[in-house]
């Protein structure tokens, strides 16, 4: 069954890996269009509690990676690292039907316990 697995919590660029300042470049520029330097406050100011989740399919490979943070925000990157989704006030939003269909699913077998992706929404609102 596909779930959520192996959450990390970087504080630092440093900590990520260059696909994941790839994927925060990436992100940044929808969240926060012109933001010069997607780092700048990493931990702190911005992205403070960043939970990053593989969302792996029955097999075990890594087929998205979750981002939250902030409690109600965050992203959905597929495994290449294309952006697919944002999560605003506690929402995914996403046109990739399947891959919002996936990560809902793979949420709704997975405990959370207290970390942040427990308190998403990953059910589509037109489902």
Do not use: N
């Amino acid at each position: 069954m596909p779930r959520f697995a192996d959450c990390s919590r970087p504080t630092s660029i440093a900590a990520l890996s260059e696909l994941q300042r790839e994927q925060l470049r990436a992100y940044a520029a929808v969240r926060e269009p012109g933001l010069e330097d997607p780092g700048a406050g990493f931990g702190t100011a911005r992205l403070r509690g960043l939970e990053i989740w593989q969302v792996l399919d029955d097999a075990g490979a890594k087929r998205f990676e979750a981002w939250v943070h902030d409690v109600d925000a965050g992203a959905v990157f597929a495994a290449d690292g294309r952006l697919v989704g944002t999560i605003e006030q506690f929402s995914l939003r996403s046109s990739d039907a399947a891959a919002w269909d996936f990560v809902a699913t793979a949420a709704a077998a997975t405990t959370f316990a207290d970390d942040d992706a427990g308190a998403i929404s990953w059910v589509r609102d037109d489902a």
